[in-house]
């Protein structure tokens, strides 16, 4: 609960001006990348609408927001995206209060599909992997 309402006093803080706020996939995953003939193309534009442009890169990382390597992908993924378009030290700084949002949405949505395949795999530890990823979120903000 702790981690739910700081992530919402926060994102209430951080705003939805037009150079945070926009139109975004939402789901920009590895598994909805096709990649032929060198090319890369995104899919599944269920989750498409409006949306803070940091959440793409905590819903890129969707399910594995534990892995050791986030640092190292979302470091990958600040240099990119700064080649394309401004970020600055308030949007980078917010990345993980984006993630902790997409980790919650990901909680929930297993507790409510609980009969789909994907939410009978991951219920067993996903909410102990959560409330960890919860308390590392806080304490960093510190």
């Not at 951080?14 to 945070?20: K, L, M």
């Not at 995104?42 to 399910?63: E, N, P, R, T, V």
């Not at 990958?76 to 917010?94: F, G, N, Q």
């Amino acid at each position: 609960e702790v981690a739910e309402s700081t992530v919402v006093e926060r994102l209430i803080r951080y705003g939805d001006e037009p150079n945070r706020f926009g139109l975004i996939h939402a789901d920009m995953r590895l598994a909805n990348l096709l990649i032929s003939n060198g090319e890369t193309r995104l899919i599944d534009f269920d989750d498409c609408g409006l949306g803070w442009f940091m959440y793409d890169f905590a819903a890129g990382i969707s399910f594995m927001e534990d892995d050791v390597r986030i640092p190292e992908l979302k470091q990958a993924w600040v240099r990119s995206y700064r080649a394309a378009r401004d970020l600055d030290a308030e949007d980078e700084s917010e990345i993980e209060t984006f993630i902790m949002m997409r980790r919650l949405a990901l909680l929930a949505w297993i507790g409510s599909h609980i009969e789909v395949d994907t939410a009978k795999e991951l219920a067993p530890t996903f909410a102990s992997i959560t409330a960890e990823l919860g308390r590392r979120y806080l304490a960093q903000l510190d």
